[in-house]
């Protein structure tokens, strides 16, 4: 594989990225099936709908093939910015050529394959980690007592295939890795959403998301199980993952803020201040009115009169935990005439909690 600081011809095999992984300390390696199944259901359950393209973004999937490695860096176009308060949404750049970011994780599609560990397919089989989570995720193919046997035959077993996938293996074991068992020509907008490349004959692992050329195949749902355990290429890599217990460090997060007023008349702006203690990453203002902000420290307008009740949850990124505030009130009046009445400072205390 090639790598975005020049390292070119250092071979990076599935095996290569595990052990990668692995090597940070227990519970860390490439992201396995049942974790890229999780996130699939995740969306799937949020937008019920497989066009993840048309949903959150195309992600950086137009580029031309170039040399080396020709992707994008993390965090390009202000990505990790540019999201929502779930970290969903896509880089500042033009569509096509910006990454998209599905709950804090970028290049789910686009960019790069990645590798998915915990999965083989034979002639016969597949082969899928168990569930338990026993077994090992170090050598793919897996070896054996690392898994389960599907009852299915693998498609492609009889002839390799590729294609908008138009139905999907529904047994137990195979139900939630939307793997095809039918695929067919057309377009994401006729059949299946992302295009899948079946079970090459011999015995094969998985990619996923599809890489910076891919255009409209790539998506959430983009497989490819043609290739071998000892193959290496510049547009694959894989997603880091920690999958075990985790404890903060420090203290949960807990939700405080002032204000730097809480009457007056309208148009009246009001300052806020965020005092959460145990380190928050995400603030989700709500000012009473339908507005919102996820600025740390945001300042806001109220346009007419009425008594507005202001919340604040923190979130940390991690494990996270939150609390909410205790809500504040923020009164702004006129009077029945039309002109501006004068809120003393007294009454803040009448309207606070």
């Known amino acids: 594989a090639d790598t975005p600081n020049g390292n070119a011809g250092i071979a990076a095999t599935i095996n290569t990225f595990e052990a990668a992984g692995e090597a940070l300390g227990p519970g860390y390696g490439a992201m396995n099936v049942w974790t890229y199944s999780a996130v699939r259901m995740l969306y799937l359950v949020e937008y019920a709908s497989w066009g993840s393209q048309e949903k959150v973004g195309l992600g950086v999937v137009s580029k031309a093939s170039g040399t080396g490695f020709a992707g994008e860096v993390t965090g390009f176009n202000s990505v990790d910015s540019n999201v929502n308060e779930w970290g969903t949404g896509t880089g500042t750049g033009s569509a096509g050529y910006t990454p998209a970011s599905y709950r804090t994780m970028t290049d789910l599609w686009g960019n790069s394959w990645e590798w998915v560990t915990g999965y083989t397919s034979t002639n ?59 695929v067919t020509g057309g377009s994401q907008s006729t059949y299946g959403t992302d295009y899948q490349y079946s079970h090459n004959p011999g ?18 749902g983009y497989l490819s ?88 949850p923190v979130e940390r990124s991690v494990n996270a935990t939150s609390s909410g505030a205790l809500p504040s ?25």
Do not use: C
């Open 124 to 182: 016969t089989e597949y082969q899928i980690t168990h569930r338990n989570g026993t077994g090992s995720l170090s050598t793919h193919p897996l070896t054996a007592g690392s898994y389960e046997s599907s009852e299915a035959t693998p498609l492609g077993a009889d002839g390799y295939v590729y294609g908008y996938w138009t139905s999907l293996f529904h047994e137990d074991l195979l139900q939630y890795q939307f793997i095809a068992n039918s």
């Open 203 to 220: 015995t094969r692992v998985l990619l996923a998301g599809g890489g910076w050329v891919e255009g409209r195949g790539a998506g959430l």
């Open 225 to 312: 199980s043609s290739s071998t355990a000892s193959f290496s290429f510049r547009r694959n890599g894989a997603r880091l993952e920690f999958t075990g217990a985790a404890t903060l460090n420090g203290a949960a997060p807990a939700a405080q803020y002032t204000q730097n007023a809480s009457a007056g008349n309208a148009p009246f702006a009001v300052a806020f201040t965020d005092t959460s203690t145990g380190t928050p990453g995400w603030w989700r203002w709500d000012f009473g009115d339908g507005n919102t902000s996820t600025d740390q420290n945001p300042t806001h307008t109220y346009t007419e009169p009425g008594t507005y009740e202001v919340t604040l």
């Open 329 to 353: 009130v923020v009164l702004v009046l006129k009077d029945a005439a039309g002109g501006a009445s004068t809120v003393t400072v007294s009454m803040v205390e009448v309207f606070s909690p």
